[in-house]
């Protein structure tokens, strides 16, 4: 992680979760939702925690913590991934469960919300250590998760590899096939087509929506991408394929930029080749790809931007964010955009392809500025759409194709953006406070079925 993205984090110390939550109240106001299923909104189900010891390959036994939360089941069981990352605890994993609970209802799919995570920097164990915790992880949460309770997927530094071997672990436990406990896995193992871009594609279609509604010309329009891992990467190609102007991209060393556009397919193809450890984790960074198609140092030469304006070239996370683009994309971790530089941020429109990269006090400043801010819970939704989709095949034992697949995601993601949007329009509210309460009218319909205190204290069974 970068120097100046520590920085701003922990400047603006706050709760993340009683943040996450302050999004609730604002959204209750133009939902539908009764005041015993809001408090039920503000707790988590379950929690549990568990020490995972683990043989490391010098023979030294170390012993790491891992989260699951399953915070809300009312609308199915509960679906979240599970991270690995050093800054992994408890206040994170509750606020990323209650976001799934509240995107899985915005996008109207029949789950809950759950997330998990082990406090570890993976890049810091080989292969053989990592296949190992992920399995041990599995055997510590196996009675806590299952197909019809609780489905994790991939999340921060977890892809498919590591779904296929927790889903062959979880099948060893229960001596049978069990391909829908767990999404995102690969293919061969009952992972769905399509899931690989389906983040970043359901963030594309949100864009195209806008698109249409504002009348943009792809070419006049320039993109700045925060975070070039699985999400962020395809959403730039995406756009960059229909003729957007991708002058941006960082990872957790930094960034390039150039004023034309850069070029997205060369940038992926340097940061898989020059990764360290082959089809596990990306070591390499986006840095090692300047924009002038050379490697290394040279990098260095890239600085040939005569213009107003950053020079093309390397660029820090921080002066990415801060581009005077048409659309930031922040696609890495939550807390980018806070007190200390919102007011600094330029770009009009931002869709927030990662989790919670907004704070609330940071969202206000955006707001009276008149940003639109297409939130996570809907711009990121693409990736558990699709998550249901495999969970759906896996449950039937019969397999989409990629167009099915893109064609019903295409299809989710305009009808909600497009409800989303009116529903801002209708009230004058930002889209993120329009999106909480289209999910609250529907946690809060499914709350409600099960009987209030209005139902209770009414004695007589109404038909
Ligand atoms: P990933 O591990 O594939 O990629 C993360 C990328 O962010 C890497 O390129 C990393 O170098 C970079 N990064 C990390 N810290 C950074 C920093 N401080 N500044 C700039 N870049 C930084 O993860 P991902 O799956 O692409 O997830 C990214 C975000 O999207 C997360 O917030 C995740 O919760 C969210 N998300 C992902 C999915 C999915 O299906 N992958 C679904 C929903 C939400």
């Not at 799919?109 to 080989?126: A, E, N, Q, T, Y």
């Not at 930029?257 to 850069?262: A, E, K």
């Not at 869709?351 to 704070?359: K, L, M, S």
Request: charged share 25%; glycine share 8%; with cysteine.
């Amino acid at each position: 992680m970068t120097t100046e993205t520590t920085e701003t984090t922990t400047t603006e110390k706050h709760d993340i979760f009683s943040d996450a939550l302050l999004r609730l109240d604002q959204a209750a106001e133009f939902a539908n939702i009764d005041a015993e299923a809001l408090e039920k909104l503000r707790y988590p189900k379950s929690i549990l925690q568990v020490s995972i010891p683990l043989r490391m390959d010098d023979g030294s036994l170390r012993i790491f913590q891992g989260y699951r939360v399953r915070y809300d089941d009312t609308r199915g069981p509960t679906k979240g991934g599970i991270r690995f990352h050093p800054n992994v605890n408890l206040s994170e994993v509750k606020a990323l469960a209650f976001w799934m609970t509240c995107k899985c209802a915005v996008v109207g799919i029949p789950f809950g919300g759950g997330k998990g995570g082990i406090i570890v920097d993976p890049k810091k164990l080989s292969r053989m250590e990592l296949e190992r915790l992920s399995r041990r992880f599995i055997d510590r949460i196996a009675d806590f998760i299952g197909p019809e309770t609780d489905v994790p997927a991939p999340d921060v530094y977890t892809n498919a590899m590591i779904m296929g071997w927790m889903m062959d672990e979880y099948s060893k436990i229960c001596r049978r096939s069990t391909p829908d406990v767990i999404t995102g896995k690969p293919i061969p193992l009952g992972g769905s087509l399509g899931r690989d871009d389906a983040t970043g594609r359901g963030a594309y279609y949100c864009i195209k929506e806008l698109e249409r509604i504002k009348g943009w010309q792809p070419a006049d329009i320039s993109v700045a991408v925060q975070g070039f891992g699985n999400a962020g990467q395809h959403v730039a190609r995406l756009l960059q394929a229909d003729g957007y102007r991708v002058v941006a991209v960082s990872d957790s060393r930094g960034g390039v930029y150039h004023s034309d556009g850069l070029d997205v397919p060369c940038l992926i193809e340097t940061k898989n080749r020059t990764r360290s450890l082959n089809a596990v984790y990306s070591a390499g960074s986006v840095c090692d790809c300047p924009v002038c198609g050379s490697e290394g140092p040279q990098c260095e030469e890239c600085h040939c931007g005569d213009h107003d304006g950053p020079k093309n070239g390397k660029i820090s996370n921080a002066e990415l964010l801060e581009l005077d683009v048409n659309i930031l994309i922040p696609a890495a971790m939550e807390n980018q955009i806070t007190v200390e530089n919102a007011s600094r941020i330029k770009a009009p429109v931002i869709v927030e392809v990662a989790n919670g990269p907004t704070t609330t006090a940071a969202d206000e400043i955006l707001s009276k500025r008149g940003a639109l801010v297409v939130p996570d819970i809907l711009a990121n939704a693409g990736g558990v759409t699709v998550s249901y989709f495999e969970w759906a095949q896996n449950r039937a034992g019969y397999y989409w194709t990629l167009d099915e697949v893109q064609e019903r995601l295409h299809r989710i993601m305009a009808r909600e953006f497009n409800s989303i949007y009116e529903l801002m329009t209708k009230h004058g509210i930002d889209m993120r406070t329009a999106a909480y309460a289209q999910a609250l009218n529907r946690i809060s319909e499914a709350i409600e079925s099960q009987g209030t205190a209005r139902y209770f204290s009414n004695g007589t069974i109404s038909k």
